[in-house]
């Protein structure tokens, strides 16, 4: 089974989308990796989602990516005496560490970490940004606040500070079990939530030790501020558009959005649009006309990937989520147009022969009919790098890795076949991407294909050959 799109599709897994006829229905509806949000559900439930792709994978024979979404720290207020309260805007309230039930005065907030970075004049935001509070005065227990924007507050709403750089590790307690637990499993992606420094990746990375593809979530403004070394310490990232969008004024984020995909792109990282895509179609069979509008314009800035959350995980319409996204995607991509706006924003190229060859692959696919890109990795390097330049042709990654194969299902633009065993020739790299193309739907007799590799085969970033053939 082969797409008729580049872009790909992010599918989240969950309780309307748990049995094996949902989850072939969503796969054969266009989503090529399916997100496991463990910020909801058991590991039991987790395992039995995970092996139930698995035999989806078997009975399509294609690979398919898993990421495993890490929930981070989250931060909330605590109880109240006598149910959900309302704070008035000029209202005071406080903040302390004392665990006792609170009230239209004062609530818990169990979170010391954050008394110890707040300064007077740092806005506090409640249940996603509803409620406002300015620090007027604070300790190392406590913080009086003035309330900006007031209405009611019931307990354990969260809360975020999008002014302080926190002093927590984006990995919790919990996180550290779910990350043991899921690589285990063999998930293919492991996603960071609360990323708010470059060393936050550097620690999952050591964590994970190559088992997985790791992936930042950029929903704090302390990331932004460090982008490019954050992006440079990951393997992919994720645009967080929920909490980004609570912890910065709503009209800066689509710029924002913007210029993350920018920074993966340049870097040949992929990254997923995430967050409220479709949210209508959790209640409605069709989105609307804004929604549709938001996904087109991910696509159209060359995002990798575009992700539904509670439209696919707990919605009413989880597998019509998939094919709206699905027609979307296809649609754009058929408009010239899009093609003028990839090509407008390639940016430099790394001087490595690695990149020389596929930017040469690019350039050969532009001039001649060339029906597919043949990459043959290891690592899965030389497919991203051919992915980077957003060719016009698809790229046909060949691995006899299948960890690799399930992690390139989220790169733009590219079709992975998990091989038996490595080429050990130039004979046997042209012979096996002739009759995988075949074999795939790519081509039929007579038609070319370019072919990318390194000498010697077998051996990881050697990308050093560029081989023209025909069917």
Not at 237 to 263: F, N, T
Request: glycine share 8%; with cysteine; hydrophobic share 45%.
């Amino acid at each position: 089974m082969r797409r008729l799109r580049h872009a790909k599709i992010v599918a989240t897994l969950g309780p309307a989308s748990s049995d094996l006829a949902t989850i072939r229905a969503l796969f054969d509806a266009g989503a090529d990796v399916f997100r496991l949000n463990f910020s909801h559900g058991t590991h039991a439930q987790h395992q039995e989602r995970l092996e139930l792709i698995r035999r989806v994978e078997l009975e399509t024979g294609r690979p398919i990516g898993v990421l495993l979404d890490l929930q981070g720290p989250k931060l909330r207020v605590g109880t109240f005496a006598a149910g959900p309260i309302r704070l008035g805007a000029g209202a005071a309230f406080r903040l302390d560490l004392d665990p006792a039930p609170g009230d239209e005065r004062r609530v818990s907030l169990p979170h010391p970490e954050i008394f110890a970075a707040l300064k007077p004049d740092t806005d506090l935001l409640i249940d996603d940004g509803k409620i406002r509070l300015r620090v007027e005065a604070c300790g190392t227990d406590f913080a009086a606040t003035r309330v900006i924007a007031g209405g009611a507050l019931s307990e354990r709403k969260g809360v975020n500070v999008p002014d302080v750089l926190l002093p927590i590790s984006a990995l919790t307690d919990k996180d550290r079990r779910d990350l043991d637990f899921g690589l285990t499993l063999g998930v293919d992606w492991v996603a960071l939530s609360f990323v708010q420094r470059p060393e936050d990746m550097r620690e999952l990375r050591e964590i994970v030790q190559g088992r997985a593809g790791v992936m930042a979530k950029l929903e704090k403004p302390a990331a932004i501020e460090s982008l490019a070394a954050v992006v440079a310490l990951c393997d992919a990232v994720m645009v967080a558009r929920g909490d980004l969008g609570v912890e910065l004024p709503a009209e800066q984020v689509p710029r924002i959005q913007k210029r993350i995909v920018r920074e993966c792109r340049r870097a040949g990282k992929p990254v997923i649009v995430a967050t409220q895509m479709l949210e209508s179609m959790t209640q409605s069979p069709v989105p609307t006309r804004a929604e549709a509008s938001d996904v087109a314009t991910a696509v159209y800035d060359g995002a990798d990937a575009v992700m539904l959350s509670a439209e696919s995980a707990s919605g009413h319409y989880p597998i019509e989520a998939v094919a709206t996204m699905d027609r979307i995607i296809t649609e754009v991509e058929r408009d010239p147009h899009y093609r003028d706006v990839l090509d407008a924003s390639l940016d430099a190229r790394d001087p490595t022969v690695a990149d020389a060859i596929c930017v040469s692959l690019r350039q050969v696919a532009a001039l001649l009919p060339v029906v597919a890109m043949v990459t043959y990795t290891r690592s899965g390097w030389t497919s991203l790098r051919a992915a980077r330049e957003r060719p016009k042709a698809p790229v046909l990654s060949l691995t006899p890795n299948r960890d690799i194969a399930r992690r390139l299902a989220l790169a733009w633009g590219v079709h992975t076949v998990h091989l038996n065993g490595d080429v050990k020739n130039v004979d046997e790299m042209v012979s096996t991407g002739r009759s995988t193309t075949q074999a795939e739907g790519y081509g039929r007799a007579g038609d070319a294909i370019v072919i990318a590799a390194g000498m010697p085969f077998g051996k990881a970033g050697t990308t050093n050959l560029l081989h023209v053939a025909q069917l």
